[in-house]
C-alpha cells in the first residue's frame, strides 16, 4: 500500500493525493500533524519534517510532488 | 508513440487567478477552453492563510478562494490540467502550438498567465519555516505579527514598502541589507528609517534561520565587522524581488528588461492572439482583483481575435 505522509491545508500534499486518485492507486495517508507515530515514522524515513512524503516501502521515498519521481516510484 | 494533435479555442497557461479568472470568462463564452497549470493551482495565492482584501469575502483562505474560482471556471466548461507539463510553445504563427508531455495542442489564441516567482533567499531550510515564520507576502501575513519582532530581507522600494507596511504590526522591525547602502528612493527611505522601531543592518547577510517548529533565530554576518551573530525574532518577511515566470516564451515574445512581458492595459503582446495577463505582463500594481481584472480583459480580448 502506498502511504502519503502529509499535513492539513498543505498544497503539495493535496497535489500529491490528487494525482494518485488520478492514477487510480490507492494510498493511506498519514497526518503528521496529529500523529506523533506517524511523525516518528516519517523521520525514520527521510530524516527530516518535510511533508508530503510518498513510499512504499518506507525506504525509497519522492518528497513534496515530483511527477517523474513519484511516476518511478510506483511504477506508473 | 506519436503525440495526439488537439485543437481548441484557447490555452491559458498559468492557472492562478488572472488565469482561473480568464477561463471563467472563456467558459462562459463557449470558447474550448483549457488551463495548464505547472506548479499549483491558484498560484502564489494558494499559501494565503487568509485574504481580506478580495471584495465580497471579509476573509477567505487563499485555497478556500482558488477552489471557488476553480469550480466556477469548471461550471462553465473550462478544463484544467496540473499534471501536463508543457514542453515548447510555437507563438509566432497564426498556427499556434503549445506541446505538453502527452498532447499537441493547436490553440486559436494563447493566455499567458505565469505570475511571477519571488526571488527566493538562498538558504536551504528555507522550506522549513515557510509560512511558519519565513514569509513572502507582508499584505497577506502581517497581520500575525501584531506586537512581534519581525524583520524585513531587501534593500529596495518593494522591501521598504513592505516594511513601512509593517511597522503597524511589529513592536520592533529589522531591515536587513547585504549592501552598504539601502537602493530605495531617499523618500521612501527617510518615511521608514525615521520611526523609532525601526533598525537598518547594513552589510548584513543572513547565514541561517534555526528554530524548533518555527522561526526563532536568524544566523546572520555583519560582512563589514566580519562577525557572525544570533538575532532572535518572530517572523522574517523576503523582499530581495521577483522574477517573472517567461523564460519560455522570450523567444517569441517581446519583454522588458526584467523579464516581463510588454503588453498594455489591453493584454495584447506583440504578436497577434497571444495575451498576457496579470503579474507576468508589465504592470505597476500586482494584487488579486487585478490579476482577476487581467484575466477578464484577457479572455475578452481572445474571443474578440477567435470572432475574427
Known sequence: MVKVYSIPNCPWCEKVKKYLKLKNVAYEEFNVEDSDEARDELYKISGDQIVPVTTIDGKNYVVSFDKAKLDALLGL | ?308
Open chain 2, 1 to 308: 508513440m506519436e503525440k495526439q494533435h488537439k485543437y481548441l479555442d484557447l490555452i491559458i497557461i498559468g492557472g492562478g487567478v488572472t488565469g482561473l479568472t480568464a477561463a471563467l470568462y472563456a467558459g462562459r463564452m463557449k470558447l474550448s477552453t483549457l488551463v495548464l497549470e505547472a506548479d499549483l493551482v491558484g498560484g502564489q495565492i494558494v499559501n494565503a492563510h487568509e485574504i481580506e482584501n478580495y471584495p465580497g469575502f471579509a476573509s477567505i483562505k487563499g485555497s478556500a478562494l482558488v477552489e471557488k474560482i476553480q469550480q466556477q471556471a469548471e461550471f462553465f466548461g473550462a478544463a484544467i490540467d496540473e499534471f501536463d507539463n508543457i514542453l515548447k510553445v510555437k507563438l509566432t504563427d497564426e498556427k499556434k502550438i503549445v506541446e505538453t508531455e502527452s498532447f499537441i495542442y493547436e490553440p486559436k489564441s494563447v493566455i499567458i498567465a505565469t505570475g511571477m516567482t519571488r526571488r527566493k533567499l538562498a538558504l536551504p531550510e528555507e522550506n522549513l519555516f515557510l509560512s511558519k515564520g519565513i514569509h513572502y507576502c507582508e499584505l497577506c501575513d502581517g497581520h500575525m505579527y501584531q506586537d512581534k519582532i519581525i524583520a524585513v530581507v531587501g534593500g529596495g522600494n518593494a522591501a521598504l514598502d513592505a516594511a513601512k507596511f509593517l511597522t503597524k504590526y511589529a513592536k520592533k522591525l529589522y531591515i536587513i541589507h547585504r549592501s552598504s547602502a539601502l537602493t530605495a528612493d531617499v523618500l521612501t527611505q527617510e518615511n521608514v528609517i525615521k520611526n523609532p522601531i525601526v533598525e537598518v543592518l547594513l552589510n548584513t547577510e543572513i547565514r541561517k534561520a534555526e528554530g524548533k517548529n518555527v522561526l526563532e533565530t536568524l544566523q546572520l554576518y555583519d560582512k563589514k565587522e566580519e562577525k557572525e551573530y544570533a538575532l532572535p525574532l518572530d517572523g522574517l518577511f523576503v523582499d530581495i524581488g521577483v522574477v517573472p515566470n517567461t523564460a519560455m516564451f522570450a523567444q517569441d515574445l517581446l519583454c522588458d528588461s526584467a523579464g516581463n512581458i510588454i503588453a498594455g492595459e489591453d493584454c495584447k503582446t506583440n504578436e497577434a492572439g497571444v495575451f498576457a495577463a496579470g503579474d507576468v505582463r508589465t504592470k505597476v500594481i500586482r494584487q488579486l482583483t487585478t490579476a482577476a481584472a487581467d484575466g477578464t480583459v484577457a479572455a475578452l480580448m481572445a474571443e474578440k481575435y477567435i470572432g475574427n
